[in-house]
């Protein structure tokens, strides 16, 4: 079921569509003065993000990719026909053409192809909308080799980094248990109040992972 966040500062609305079998995150990221809008993670069923997109008056301005895997990029080839771009990080880029990377073949998903627009990489940012606030890209490999998650203003899209109650898994291909480590160690330097918005599940904080998520060893809480 699709929900709403508000964030009065600065002033904008995230959408959460949970989609495909995976019920994958995909957030449409908008101001409710403003046409464009930022997709992160067309998971699957394009078809909803558009109506979605449509039924607000938006248009996509670009979709980011938290990384490669098959359920968060299953949307992205009928988004990228409809001249939308497509940001990742390199490390992760190939995943967008590679079924066999991706992990479509083991789990059973119809990829088709596409290529990206713009690599992503550490210390980079990504537009809101013209003249406003911006996301910093931050990398956060372990899960993926080429995750990454996008910082605002008290928030953060972490795709399969972090959970409400969890944290990614480091046994697909390009998974790393050091990495790992070290990204949460990173992602949990931010504020106690900074909401979470993570690839599956519910948004959670950092404050309420750092001190209940029974997957963040001791060193991890550490900031």
């Known amino acids: 079921m699709a929900y709403v966040s508000h964030f009065a500062s ?3 609305e995230i959408l959460c569509l949970p989609l495909g079998p995976f019920q994958t995150n995909c957030y449409i990221v908008f101001h409710s003065g403003r046409k464009n809008a930022l997709v992160i993670d067309p998971a699957e069923e394009p078809e909803v993000i558009l109506s979605q997109l449509q039924e607000r008056g938006l248009t996509a301005g670009a979709a980011v990719l938290t990384h ?9 080839t009928a988004l990228a026909a409809r001249g939308v771009p497509l940001l990742i ?7 967008l053409s590679d079924p066999e990377a991706s992990g479509a073949f083991y789990f059973g998903f119809n990829q088709e192809p596409c290529q990206p627009t713009r690599l992503l990489n550490e210390g980079d940012t990504v537009d809101l909308w013209e003249g406003a606030s911006v996301l910093r890209v931050i990398h956060t490999p372990g899960h993926s080799s080429g995750s990454i998650c996008l910082i605002g203003e008290g928030f953060a899209f972490v795709g399969d980094l972090l959970f409400a109650g969890g944290i990614g ?25 900074t909401v979470v918005y993570p690839g ?3 948004i959670t904080t950092i404050g309420e992972e750092r001190e209940s998520n029974p997957f963040i060893a001791p060193a991890e809480r550490e900031s």
């Not at 490669?68 to 992205?76: K, L, S």
């Not at 990080?89 to 995943?95: I, Q, Y």
């Open 10 to 12: 600065p002033p904008l």
């Open 68 to 76: 490669g895997h098959c359920d968060h990029i299953g949307a992205a």
């Open 89 to 95: 990080h390199p490390s992760d880029a190939a995943k």
């Open 169 to 193: 898994r480091t046994d697909l291909l390009g998974g790393d248990d050091e990495a790992m480590a070290e990204s949460l160690r990173r992602i949990l330097q931010l504020p106690d109040s």
């Open 200 to 202: 599956h599940g519910p």
